[in-house]
Every structure is written in C-alpha cells, then in structure tokens.
C-alpha cells in the first residue's frame, strides 16, 4: 500500500506587526540618545586598570592637550550660563545675550577670558586656535572658572584628563589649583586596559 501524501499548505505570517514595532524602537533610540560633543582638543589618556565609571551628569572636566594647554568645560547650558555670568561680573566683561546663548553650547574651551569674545564670535569654533586657559602663578584664570563653577552647580564632580604626553609640571599646576581652592577629591580620566594576571 502506498502512503498518502497530505498536501502542504503554505505558511504566511504577517510581519506587519514586527516592521511596525522595529521602525517605533528605532525612533526611540533615536531621540533619546544623547550625543557626544565635539572637544576642541583631541587628549590621548594614559591607560590604567581603574574600572571606575563617571556619572552622567554633573562633571567638570579640566583637559591638558600634549602641548601643555588647558581646556575647561562643564555639563549643562544653565551651568554654563550662570558660570559666565560670574566670571563677568568678575572681569568686567559684558556679554551678550547672544555670545551668553553661544557660551551656553560649549562643551568646553581653552582660552583666556579676554579672547572669549573672539571665540564666541567665530562661527567654526574648529578653526580657532586655542592658547589654553592661563593656570600659573602670575595669572591663574583657571582658579575663577573651577570657583565659579562650582558656584553655578555645587553637586559638580571634578575629573582632570591628562594627555599621556603632557608634563607633569602642568598637571601639578592645575592640581595645586584645585588644592589652593581646598579640593582634594578629584577624578583622573584614563583608558582601561586590561587587568594582569595572578600567578
């Protein structure tokens, strides 16, 4: 006796469903990701095997570039705003609405406050050569931004980002700043690298 063959009817699945709710995570990630932006300097950090990770928000960040330059920044367009407006007041520098809102999209900068306006000014901020925020014992700029900042946000975490080439002399100043200001907790930004093994 023969066997009998059953017909094979085809499957079909609507994937209507699953396109629908593919496109909807994609919008999700998509406005909701928070970008990265652009710094003015490109720092190579030493490597470590630290795994110690920084928050999200609430960061002050002090870079040094490997030709010695120091570049500021903080988190937060409210932050930024007051900050300037401190540092104004202090300098005698009037901004305008307009240079505060620029101020204001900064992720950080490296430049005396009596360059700012020049900065603030240029449209391709990329293009401007930044001679680094003065931090010696003659002019120390970088002690009112870090002041001011704080003023602006007291929760700021302070996290300095050396470039694997700078001098230690540099570092040493902008520690000491922090120190004359008495800041003793800080974070030092490094690669991770991996751990070496036990015997």
């Known amino acids: 006796m023969s066997k009998v063959k059953i017909p094979r ?18 919008t999700f990630f998509i406005l909701t990701a928070k970008f990265k932006p652009d710094d003015p ?3 190579d950090t030493p490597a470590s095997i630290s795994d110690i990770k920084l928050p999200d928000a609430n960061i002050m960040t002090i870079s040094i570039d490997r030709q010695d330059k120091i570049y500021f920044g903080i988190d937060g367009q409210f932050d930024r705003e007051k900050m300037l407006e401190f540092v104004a007041g202090k300098y005698k520098v009037g901004f305008t609405p307009e240079e505060i809102k620029q101020f204001s999209l900064l992720s950080s ?17 990329s293009k401007i050569q930044q001679p680094g925020i003065p931090c010696d014992s003659v002019n120390n700029e970088l002690t009112d931004w870090i002041a001011y900042a704080r003023y ?3 929760k700021l975490r302070i996290t300095i980002k050396g470039d694997v080439n700078s ?12 120190q004359d200001q008495n800041i003793n907790k800080f974070n030092l930004i490094t690669d991770l690298k991996a751990v070496p093994k036990t015997l």
């Open 9 to 26: 009817k085809s499957v079909s699945l609507d994937m209507t469903a699953m396109c629908d709710m593919a496109f909807l995570l994609l």
């Open 41 to 43: 300097v490109v720092v």
């Open 109 to 125: 900068f490296g430049v005396p406050v009596g360059n700012m306006r020049q900065l603030l000014a240029t449209k391709d901020k």
């Open 152 to 154: 602006a946000n007291p």
């Open 167 to 178: 001098s230690y002399r540099v570092v040493g100043q902008v520690i000491k700043t922090l």
